[in-house]
């Protein structure tokens, strides 16, 4: 990846975390390390479809998992999991043309090129989900910067 595409991916990760903070959830999500454990993706997931992510499923997220890098990526595979089945199963879709995001790399060296790609992967849940008008409503009226 060279470097221009890799600023490109920063930056989208940065609009995304702007977008993540609009779900208004429990855990801390004003930084991209506040997202690599996963628990911030799990509990906007949680928001965007609770019959399919429900209190089982957010129960095997870990939630005090500190600097452990192990943890965290534990908790990303379960989040990456649950986002393709949830793509497969609920909405129909395949993601066959998306390159998936390296989970160790974000737990691990919280890389946020990687991350975006995970957080466009929440998005595309949360704008083919059943309340997708009301998320769609919410990204119009963010900022144009976003």
């Known amino acids: 990846m060279n470097t221009l595409e890799s600023v490109d991916r920063v930056e989208l990760c ?3 975390l702007t977008w993540i903070q609009t779900f208004g959830v429990e855990a801390p999500c004003k930084t ?3 997202l690599t454990s ?3 993706m ?3 997931l949680q928001k ?3 019959s399919y992510f429900n209190d089982n499923w957010i129960s095997r997220i870990k939630t005090e998992v ?3 890098w192990r943890l965290k990526v534990s ?3 379960k989040i990456l999991k649950g986002i393709l089945d949830y793509n497969h199963e609920v909405l129909g879709q395949q993601i066959n043309d998306f390159t998936l995001p390296d989970v160790i790399l974000i737990g691990e060296h ?3 090129a990687e991350l975006g790609r995970m957080l466009q992967l929440i998005l595309g849940c949360a704008v083919n989900c059943e309340q997708k008008q009301e998320y769609i409503q919410t990204i119009m009226v963010m900022e144009e910067s976003v």
């Open 14 to 16: 940065e609009s995304l």
């Open 32 to 34: 991209v390390e506040d």
């Open 38 to 40: 996963g628990v911030v």
């Open 42 to 44: 799990a509990q906007v």
């Open 48 to 50: 965007i479809d609770i």
């Open 66 to 68: 500190g600097d452990n």
């Open 75 to 77: 908790n990303l595979k």
């Open 110 to 112: 919280s890389d946020a």
